[in-house]
């Protein structure tokens, strides 16, 4: 299927990439029969709790680790304890082969890297997971390598937590504060109530949502493209086979080799991007990769000419609800001129 290619696209490319490069329990649970059933079995969350103006529970604070330009969350899956990589280009949950090894696959097939070579990637169920108290059973799962991660940054991770494990709850990335915030929503995707304080959003942006993989759009030299927003690129990426007047705004600093997952190899272009505009307000500069990404808009079925990774996030405190398919930005006061 389309939507597994392109998840495993992305998980390859952040494979590539990163070889470049106790608080009081509070109930968040939303209305019955909301959530997908038989995945997410409750949401009872520990952290830091959010009220609203009222004083009423609406949501929680958890810390985000960090491990580089990774952010972390700490969970168990089947009583072993680990880290998994928050990574909104994931659509779903992806493990780390070295720790499931044994585990009995209900079927595999091949995934596409961005220098257009394979790698076989299992699919399993997982009897239990738990996120911060975020507790999903019988859960599909992804399994492919991810071992040079964790040693390369000296932290055990189990996997990848997507997109869609939080697919009808509100998040909000705050890297400043490394904070990941969870907001209960109700069936039309509004917050329970209002936090306290209120946050104004400099931006706010419609999301595109193709197979639990969330787009966006941008201005760079004039013309209008497609980004994937991904938390897991520990860098902005860029086609490099973008029009000429968008590559006109990098300035490039340096080029390197790219491994791919089979004998291929290719060349990324390091450099930084001077022009980038999203809801009429410029934010720039942030640092670039550019690469081909053909493999991949080939494998999703549609043309993606860039992805938004660290440096997109580390802007400010950005909010993302798929329930509304919107995101909003508050950009950090040195941003915000």
Do not use: W
Not at 34 to 61: A, F, H, R, W
Not at 303 to 308: E, K, V
């Amino acid at each position: 299927m389309i939507s597994r290619q392109g998840s495993h696209c992305l998980i390859l490319f952040l494979l590539v990439m990163s070889l470049l490069m106790c608080p009081a329990r509070i109930s968040a649970k939303p209305a019955p029969g909301y959530l997908v059933p038989g995945m997410l079995e409750c949401v009872s969350i520990s952290g830091k709790p959010i009220n609203d103006l009222q004083g009423n529970t609406v949501g929680v604070t958890i810390p985000l680790k960090r491990a580089g330009r990774l952010f972390l969350l700490e969970g168990t899956i089947d009583n072993m304890i680990g880290n998994f990589i928050l990574d909104t280009g994931a659509s779903g949950l992806v493990l780390n082969q070295t720790y499931f090894r044994n585990a009995i696959a209900v079927d595999d097939e091949e995934a596409g890297g961005v220098t257009g070579s394979t790698a076989s990637v299992e699919r399993i169920n997982v009897k239990r997971l738990l996120i911060s108290d975020l507790v999903y059973t019988n859960m599909p799962a992804d399994v492919t390598p991810l071992g040079h991660l964790e040693n390369r940054r000296g932290v055990k991770i189990l996997g990848l937590f997507g997109m869609s494990l939080l697919k009808n709850l509100e998040m909000v990335i705050d890297l400043r504060n490394n904070e990941l915030q969870i907001f209960r929503l109700d069936r039309t995707g509004n917050r329970l109530g209002p936090p306290s304080p209120v946050v104004k959003y400099d931006i706010i942006q419609k999301i595109g949502e193709f197979h639990s993989i969330m787009f966006v759009k941008a201005t760079i030299g004039g013309k209008v493209l497609d980004f994937c927003l991904d938390t897991g690129a520990e860098s902005n990426v860029l086609s490099i086979t973008a029009h000429k007047n968008v590559l006109g705004t990098v300035t490039i600093t340096r080029r390197s080799g790219l491994n791919g997952v089979g004998q291929d190899r290719g060349e990324v272009l390091f450099g930084t991007l001077n022009e980038f505009s999203m809801g009429n307000r410029q934010m720039v500069p942030m640092e670039t990769i550019l690469c081909s990404l053909t493999a991949m808009s080939r494998k999703y079925g549609c043309p993606i000419d860039g992805m938004l990774g660290y440096d997109f996030f580390a802007k400010g405190k950005i909010y993302i609800n798929l329930v509304k398919k919107e995101m909003g930005i508050c950009l950090k006061p040195e941003e915000n001129k």
